[in-house]
């Protein structure tokens, strides 16, 4: 069965893994908490989250210095960009890869954030108002290096710093689908060309009072307070919103040919990505899943795979009733009745909604699912709800043969995205 796409096209490799996620971190304790089921979600503990609507998050128990930062880096850079920099180095480490070997202007950096350095900002703007207490703020009591939180791009440069890329840098903030799509860039430029090596991935850290604030304004959080392990119920007719989650996952991406010449072992190809925006409302979806569905289709069409070929669908399965539904509809639009026959499961029910960050977490629990052959779990899934009536992966991991992978993202702004990963050796088998 050969059903790639085009041979001027170059094939693109996952060959290294770096994760920094709630409950875990390292890629193979992510991996440990997944398939065991285990939910990271708890009361916030980074500030005192009483006077708000939604008390509840998932968040990383993260040591900068314990896991290799300096002193310095640990007190100038903001969190998120401490979590990019250590799942970098993992991914590298994993990947097996002698930067020294790379030509740098062939290596590049692709980082995902939706929120940037909030957690920084917000510090911040405490310190110069003197905690809101006056309108024009003291730049006298300011950071000097306050510009780096106000700009993403700093994020990417760090990385790229850290690493020796002097190819392609950027930034790709998306909302939600950060993740997916800084990803996806990367695999575009591999795929044309401009690179042999990208370091792609995405990172936030938006446990703040701010971002906790601007979600209780629109409702999308949880409010099962009294509950916190059991607060994220992606597709169960008990949810009522998601918990928001912080943490990071980096890659390396490697140009097929060369990975293989190396001898690297590869995790996974990433064989189609497409991304589609509904031109619709700022936070609001249509029921029936269209531009889902578009993206999905757009994606196998790529990857020139068809639709029967999917073995499992990584959800963004938030836990709000409308992306629910929404996700669920999209799935049946483009799979047809194959979507039925599909195993489908959100890892968010355990580590949560890192806004940016968690399409690149996801991916590598689509990149790990499909090595192990073992699909992840939708922890805390217990009442059908009529409207999400596929097969969720209900609180066990399930061991299947997986070698065909979908994963999606749904972000504010109408942004929905999809990613085909594939076994590297799944064109050969018969």
Not at 25 to 32: L, Q, R, S
Request: proline residues 5%; contains cysteine; negative net charge.
């Amino acid at each position: 069965m050969t059903v790639r796409g085009p041979h001027a096209h170059h094939r693109v490799a996952v060959t290294g893994i770096g994760v920094v996620a709630p409950g875990a971190i390292g890629t193979k304790a992510f991996w440990e908490l997944l398939t065991s089921g285990r939910t990271a979600t708890r009361r916030i503990s980074f500030f005192d989250p009483s006077p708000f609507r939604s008390q509840v998050a998932a968040e990383c128990d993260f040591d900068p210095v314990a896991e290799g930062l300096t002193v310095e880096q640990s007190q100038r850079l903001d969190r998120a960009v401490q979590f990019a920099l250590v799942c970098a180095r993992e991914a590298i480490a994993d990947s097996g890869l002698t930067l020294g070997d790379v030509d740098p202007y062939r290596l590049g950096v692709s980082l995902g954030t939706a929120v940037g350095a909030t957690m920084s900002l917000d510090r911040e703007y405490c310190v110069v108002s003197h905690r809101g207490k006056y309108w024009e703020v003291d730049p006298e009591r300011a950071v000097p290096h306050l510009f780096d939180y106000l700009v993403p791009s700093s994020f990417a440069a760090e990385v790229a710093w850290d690493v020796g890329a002097e190819g392609p840098v950027s930034v790709i903030s998306t909302g939600c689908t950060s993740g997916l799509d800084a990803v996806g860039h990367a695999w575009e430029l591999i795929r044309e060309g401009s690179a042999d090596v990208m370091i792609a991935g995405a990172t936030d850290a938006p446990i703040s009072p701010i971002t906790v604030a601007c979600f209780d304004a629109i409702k999308a959080t949880t409010t099962l307070n009294d509950d916190p392990e059991h607060a994220s119920r992606p597709f169960d007719a008990r949810r009522d919103g998601f918990v928001l989650g912080e943490g990071a996952a980096v890659f390396v991406l490697e140009e097929w040919e060369r990975a293989r010449r190396r001898g690297a072992t590869v995790y996974a190809e990433i064989a189609g990505f497409a991304t589609r925006c509904n031109a619709y409302h700022m936070t609001g979806l249509r029921p029936d899943g269209r531009e889902m569905a578009e993206a999905i289709r757009a994606s196998l069409d790529i990857a020139r795979i068809p639709t029967t070929a999917i073995d499992y669908i990584n959800a963004h399965g938030s836990g709000t009733r409308q992306n629910d539904r929404h996700e669920t509809a999209a799935f049946k639009a483009s799979l047809g009745d194959h979507a039925y026959a599909t195993p489908v499961s959100s890892i968010k029910s355990m580590i949560g909604h890192s806004l940016g960050a968690i399409g690149s977490l996801e991916v590598a629990a689509c990149a790990l699912a499909i090595t192990h052959n073992v699909i992840p779990p939708t922890a805390n899934w217990t009442e059908r709800d009529p409207e999400c009536d596929l097969d969720y992966v209900p609180v066990t991991a399930r061991e299947q043969q997986t070698d065909v992978v979908l994963s999606v993202g749904s972000g504010f702004g109408g942004f929905q995205s999809a990613m085909v990963l594939s076994d590297p050796e799944w064109a050969c088998r018969d």
